[in-house]
Each structure stands twice: as C-alpha cells, then as structure tokens.
C-alpha cells in the first residue's frame, strides 16, 4: 500500500514516562524495537505504522507482562491525554465522546474505529489500513482500554461489554477477562469490542459545551490538514512550509519526518514528475502570495522569511510564476 501523511502515530512524552513507570527505560525500548536512540527526546514524536508496531513489540517481552497495554492506558491520568482524545471526555454522552473518539483520532494515529448498532448490540471495530502485517497484541489493548475507559471515566460507572473479539491467538490471560469482566473470544477475524446500545446513551457529568466550543474548531482544523494532503508533493510541501522559514529545508529532514528514507522519498517524487527542488519552489510561491495578501508583512520580510538571499531575488523568482512583480500582485489584489 502507498505510503502517505495519513501513516503517522503520534508518540506523546506521556508514553515514555508511562513506560517508565512499567521498569521500560527509553533506551531499552528503542534497542528492542531497533528505532532512533534519540526519539524519546523528540517532543511528540511521529512513527509510520510499521515503526509504531515494532515499538509495541518491543514493550511486550521487556514488559513480561501479557496485558501491558491496557495497564499503561487505564492506569494512566486522564490530563495527560492529547487534546485529540481529551475532546471526548468532554461529549454529551458516551456515543458522542465514541464519535469524537473516532473522528479526531487520526490526529493521533491512523488507526480507523468503526461502530455499528444491530439489534441489541453496539459494535466497535478497530482497523489499521496501512498495516503490513498483523497488530501487536498490546497496541490492540491500548485501543479496547482507551473505548472502555471513556465509557467508565465518562459516565462514572463500571460499564461492561457484552463480550471482546480478538485477533490474537488463545488463551488469553487472566488480567484480561479481570479488566473487561466480560467473555473475550480469540481467533477473530478482527479486533472489536461489543458494547450495549443502552450504555451508549449514558450522560457525561463532566460535559462541557465551553471547552468544547474551543476545542471543535481547532481540531477541526487539524484533520482538515491532513485531509488535504492528498499526495506526496502536498505532503512534502506542507513539512517545507513549516520549516522555510528557519533555514533551506533538506531532503533528508522531511525524509525524516514521513518517515522514510531519503533514497525513497526521492524515488516517490520523481515518480510522481516533480523534484524536490520544483517542490521547494513550489511551497514558496504559496507562502509568498499567502504573506502578500496580510499587507501587515513588508515585501522585504516576506523575502526574508521565505529563505531569499535578498529581496531582488524574491521579486525575480515571483516575476517569473506570476508574470507580475510582489508589490504589482499585492496591489491588483
């Protein structure tokens, strides 16, 4: 499958001092997991799928213990959630905080909830369409516990599934069947969690329609982004807008932040007909008219901030796209 921007799992510092906390020192973990040494001093740190996967992997036999992840979800505190996931303790009920849950998860992760009622039975299924090969058994977890715990932090009652579908292989241990206190079935087709509809419509106390009226547009706005990324070359354009203004943005840096290498990134562009010289040109004469239209910006800051030399060859660049000079294209606009 063709990897994009949508492969990304956020790794929040709370991860690392929650693994901490479990006797997972960072450095062990990335040994294990053959990552960056340095990707735990990376604040919010971003994995595609597969690197996201093998970090799990690692957590479970440094762990030595069979339910690590839904330890490390339910016993973590709520006010360290990303504002994504936050955004759902705050619902109406518990079918709303799940439709939050879903909708703002991918600016997290690219994992996909899906929930279905039929009958007598709510249905939330979990899939990761651009895994290559099965999930890890404790990533799996973090997902059930984070759906059961919104429901029981959320209404404040001990909410239990009617029964659990899992992936992985039989018997499952004994923590588990404690903490979902229900029936967990194995061998499944797919990883579920399957909830009563009457539960679904249990109130929040802590409801919120202040906080929420904040937090709706700005995480609106987030997905948005990367629901326009809809190519490479808009990927690769958005990470050098980000960071022109600091410096010539390389390609081994925005490699490095779609994580892959910058032998692949170079192939995936020129495939697509573009260079990344033509992608750095291209981010450019965006952000200049972008800047252009806020008349607050003077043509030499724009120059400046875009990563000219100096100003003359700004306006020779611009001239050359737009077939007007910046001031002529500010003021026809």
């Known amino acids: ?23 997972m020192p960072a450095p062990a973990l990335l040994r294990q997991a ?33 339910a690590i992840g839904l330890r490390m979800t339910a016993e973590n505190d709520t006010s360290v959630y990303p504002p994504a996931t936050m955004s759902a303790f705050f619902a109406r009920d518990y079918r709303d905080g799940l439709h939050r849950l879903a909708r703002f998860k991918r600016l997290c992760t690219p994992e996909e909830l899906n929930l279905t009622d039929a009958g007598n039975e709510s249905r939330i299924a979990m ?25 029981r932090r959320g209404t404040g009652k001990h909410i239990t599934p009617i029964r659990v579908e899992m992936v992985r292989p039989g018997p499952v241990a004994e923590a588990h069947r404690r903490y979902f206190d229900a029936p967990v079935r194995s061998d499944c087709p797919e990883n579920a969690l399957v909830l009563r509809p009457a539960d679904l419509d249990l109130p929040f106390p802590g409801h919120n329609t202040d906080l929420l009226a904040i937090l709706d547009p700005l995480l609106t706005g987030a997905l948005g982004e990367i629901e326009a990324r809809s190519s490479l070359s808009d990927q690769v354009k958005i990470l050098i807008k980000r960071r022109i203004a600091s410096g010539k943005p390389g390609i081994g840096d925005v490699a490095r932040e779609l994580g892959m290498s910058e032998r692949t990134l170079q192939r995936r562009i020129t495939e697509g007909g573009a260079s990344f010289r033509g992608l750095i040109d291209d981010a450019r004469q965006e952000l200049g008219r972008r800047m252009l239209s806020d008349e607050e910006n003077s043509i030499d800051e724009i120059a400046f901030l875009l990563g000219f030399q100096d100003t003359s060859s700004f306006y020779r660049a611009f001239r050359a796209r737009e077939g007007v000079t910046p001031a002529e294209w500010r003021s026809r606009l």
Request: glycine residues 4%; proline residues 9%.
């Open 1 to 23: 499958m063709t990897r994009d921007a949508s492969d990304r799992c956020r790794l929040p510092q709370a991860f690392w001092r929650a693994a901490e906390r479990m006797g």
């Open 127 to 151: 899939r990761w369409p651009f895994a290559e090969g099965p999930e890890p058994g404790a990533t799996a977890d973090v997902t059930f516990a984070a759906i059961l715990e919104l429901g």
């Open 34 to 66: 053959r990552l960056p040494a340095a990707l735990h001093v990376t604040a919010d740190a971003w994995l595609t799928t597969a690197q996201y996967f093998a970090l799990w992997r690692a957590v479970e036999p440094l762990s030595q213990d069979p």
